[in-house]
């Protein structure tokens, strides 16, 4: 073996070896580069192989958000078939979920997260403002991101739903389901229970922004209670019923 080989083979070695040693950390900066900043790693141990953080979600002025502890394992193995495959898990549970990445996709896989519904606000700016209450269940089947489709399903609850500007607790219990069949996402909202009734769709492409129109409903009884939540983010229409667009 000649020294330009002997030399080859050791600044491959030394390359495996800064990446293998990779602090955590340069998780955190990937995300705010790759998110604006919504996204941070905090508090970050361990190597980009194996470690632990939080996960933090902000709103657009960086200033307030939630967190969930995050663990993760990468398997070496996958790399020989050309992916990046990671193991991940939230708030310290049993069950973890892989997150695949190669040059074609990103995908997720049998992912549960569990939010409070302050996250709802993080995500739609406009009901930022409502003092949201409850837990939000994300159950992700399989998601496919790819540069000009994303295909797959996944629902979200939201059980146990109030707000800050209405004494009526729980409003009820909801669910949205999406569909990505590559071109768009499309989403449905449908109530499971509760005296505020909601029921609407939606969609969203890459490279647009997301819309979606609703309906809500209120019965007669609860009218004077809920109407004043309903006017700060809807189009009263009479008769307990509102317009709501969120775009």
Same mark, same amino acid.
């Given at each position: 073996?000649?020294?330009?080989r002997?030399l080859?083979?050791g600044l ?5 070896g800064?990446i ?10 990937? &995300?705010q ?7 941070r ?6 190597? &980009?192989?194996s470690?632990?953080g ?5 709103d657009?002025?960086?200033?307030s958000?939630?967190?969930k ?12 078939? =050309?992916q990046?495959r990671?193991?991940?898990? &939230?708030? @310290?549970?049993?069950k973890r979920?892989p ?11 049998d ?7 302050a996250?709802l606000?993080?995500?739609i700016?406009? @009901?930022a403002?409502?003092g949201?209450? =409850? ?6 089947a399989?998601?496919?991101?790819e540069?000009?489709?994303i295909? =797959? ?6 059980r ?10 729980p &409003?009820?219990?909801y ?15 449908r109530?499971l229970?509760g005296?505020l009734?909601?029921d ?5 492409a ?8 609703g309906?809500?409903r209120i019965?007669?009884e ?5 109407a004043p ?6 189009v ?12």
């Open positions: 073996m000649n020294r330009w002997l080859g083979l491959v070695a030394y390359a495996l800064l293998a040693t990779a602090p955590a950390s340069l998780i955190d900066a990937g &995300l580069q790759a998110t604006e900043g919504r996204l790693l905090a508090e970050a141990q361990g190597t &980009l192989w470690g632990t939080q996960i933090e979600m902000r657009r002025m960086h200033r958000g939630v967190a502890s995050v663990t993760w394992q990468v398997r070496p193995a996958y790399l020989l078939r =050309g990046l990671c193991e991940v898990g &939230l708030d @310290l549970a049993a979920f997150v695949t990445i190669s040059l074609a996709r990103i995908e997720v896989a992912a549960d997260i569990n939010l409070p519904a996250a606000g993080l995500a700016p406009k @009901l403002p409502l949201l209450a =409850g837990d939000v269940l994300l159950h992700v399989r998601v496919s991101l540069r000009s489709a295909q =797959g399903n996944a629902t979200l609850q939201w146990g739903a109030g707000s800050a500007y209405t004494p009526v607790s &409003l009820g219990d669910e949205l389901r999406f569909e990505g069949d590559g071109a768009a996402v499309r989403a449905s909202l109530t229970q005296p009734q909601l609407g769709q939606g969609s969203w890459r490279g647009g922004n997301p819309a979606f129109l309906t809500a019965p007669p609860h009218l004077q209670q809920l939540l309903m006017r700060m983010i809807a009263e229409r009479g008769e307990g019923s509102f317009a709501l667009e969120l775009r």
